[in-house]
């Protein structure tokens, strides 16, 4: 992949002397300390992970120092990325949806512990005590139990409000409040208690009450405006083992969970308001109390072995309110990672320093954000460098490592020589799902398709007995297995596909 040079942005007369940013050639344009040598890594970094497009900003204390872009929007094309480049920013948006419930709180029209259905009336999940029992704060830190399934907002054809509906369907998988268990759906839940109490929407309400404010004027949580903007970053995938370009969605039904399109210019203005103590340019929008609260910890997450290793002084690793919390060095580390439309964002802050770090990049498959801030917060810090791009790369290549095992493991099980119980048209119908809705299956040409919705339709490749490999027609959505189950007298009475559940069939 051929690698385009680093694309400096200058970002007004305001900040223009607080940014490590300037016209001049990279070879007359050397970083002064601590970021020395950024730039090599970060494209060395690159080419290790095939990232085709990245951004970073760095803030300290009330200034952007560093704003950055590296290699091209779309793979193959010449359009570079800077620091105005539009990326998804997914989870990342967590802590905007805790921020706005906030503002709400500081305004007296909320409080934190407030029962979810004093807002939402029509809440409800599966366990009638959990329905009762359960509050803002349960929503914002990933202990409610509720089970995750993200189908819901990646694949069902349902609205924001169908969603919320549909968790009265889903099963309580651990007990209220006893663990770590992370659920975008909550977040969506969330999100639509700012939209009822403020009167105005959760989109409307990020927009006036956030975005205006923070001068964050490229950013948007609707997907239409994103279409209609130049400077976008297009999404990129691994797929039948090379990258490709594949087609963004959109996913502004997922709300105050990952709905946030923004750039690396406009987050570092989120961080700074973060860092200067909820001000921004002399105006309070959040109080002491507020981000007091989200810096609390509020779910112990347990230290895997993994993690141990790579961390080995860590003493705590938590959710606080829509942001992980750990210790670092000795300090308190605000962090938050995000994956959606096949792109990776990471965030990070450290308030007692007063440093922060925005990375994103333009691939589903990469952990190079993640590696890069650790790189950045200990340049800052002037922490002994590790080499944390090597730590992450080595991850991931066992992670593939085990993921082509299985793959070798699973088709060796695959039986060989068994044939269908039926003819193919015994197959084709429409089966229902409290929790999914329907599906219908038909058989066209030589064999099956799947329907789910629009962006979900896979064609069935006949696997073993009554089982079928789902082919998603949409580039890297990958397969799934649909398993179809007769009754007593041999007729098809159901579907269960991977990763959804069970379809019953009813025509």
Request: proline share 4%; net charge negative; glycine share 8%.
């Amino acid at each position: 992949m051929r690698r385009r040079r680093p694309i400096d942005v200058s970002i007004g007369i305001a900040t223009i002397f607080s940014v490590v940013v300037c016209a001049a050639p990279r070879t007359a344009r050397a970083q002064a300390t601590p970021l020395g040598g950024l730039d090599d890594y970060v494209e060395s970094a690159m080419e290790d992970w095939n990232v085709p497009g990245l951004a970073i900003s760095v803030v300290r204390n009330d200034s952007v120092i560093f704003e950055r872009g590296y290699g091209v929007r779309e793979l193959g094309s010449e359009g570079a990325v800077d620091g105005n480049t539009l990326f998804a920013i997914a989870s990342t948006t967590k802590a905007f949806t805790v921020a706005a419930l906030g503002m709400l709180v500081d305004e007296g029209k909320l409080s934190w512990d407030d029962p979810v259905t004093r807002d939402l009336p029509g809440f409800e999940v599966e366990d009638p005590w959990v329905t009762r029992e359960i509050r803002v704060r349960d929503l914002l830190t990933h202990r409610a139990g509720v089970a995750r399934d993200d189908n819901l907002w990646i694949a069902a054809p349902f609205d924001r409000a169908e969603i919320i509906h549909h968790l009265r369907y889903l099963p309580q998988v651990t007990s209220f409040r006893s663990r770590y268990g992370y659920n975008n759906l909550m977040f969506i839940t969330a999100g639509e208690i700012v939209g009822r109490v403020s009167g105005m929407g959760w989109d409307d309400f990020v927009a006036q009450r956030i975005f205006v404010p923070l001068d964050m004027t490229r950013s948007t949580t609707r997907a239409a405006v994103v279409e209609e903007r130049a400077n976008v970053s297009s999404s990129h995938a691994p797929v039948d083992g090379t990258i490709q370009v594949v087609p963004r969605r959109d996913y502004d039904d997922i709300g105050g969970a990952g709905a946030i399109w923004s750039s690396v210019h406009d987050m570092a203005q989120w961080v700074r308001m973060h860092l200067n103590g909820g001000t921004y340019g002399g105006k309070r929008l959040l109080s002491d109390s507020a981000l007091a609260e989200m810096y609390t910890p509020q779910t112990l997450i347990p230290i895997d072995s993994v993690t141990r290793r790579m961390f080995p002084d860590m003493h705590l690793r938590a959710y606080g309110l829509g942001w992980d919390v750990q210790d670092y060095h000795g300090r308190t580390l605000i962090d938050h990672s995000g994956s959606i439309n096949y792109t990776r964002t990471q965030v990070g802050m450290i308030p007692s320093e007063r440093i922060g770090v925005v990375v994103i990049a333009n691939l589903s498959s990469s952990d190079l954000q993640i590696a890069l801030m650790y790189r950045i917060l200990d340049a800052l810090m002037g922490e002994k460098p590790v080499d944390w791009n090597a730590e992450y790369l080595t991850l991931a290549r066992r992670s593939e490592a085990r993921a082509a095992h299985r793959e070798q493991e699973l088709e060796a099980s695959r039986l060989q020589g068994t044939t269908l119980s039926l003819p193919l048209d015994a197959y084709a119908g429409t089966y229902s799902s409290d929790l999914w809705g329907d599906l219908t299956v038909t058989h066209e040409g030589s064999g099956l398709v799947l329907h789910y919705s629009p962006d979900f339709v896979a064609d069935l490749e006949h696997w073993h007995h009554d089982i079928f490999r789902a082919k998603w027609r949409r580039a890297g959505d990958g397969r799934s297995f649909a398993t179809f189950a007769l009754d007593e007298r041999g007729r098809i009475v159901s579907v269960d596909l991977e990763d959804f559940g069970t379809f019953r069939r009813k025509r």
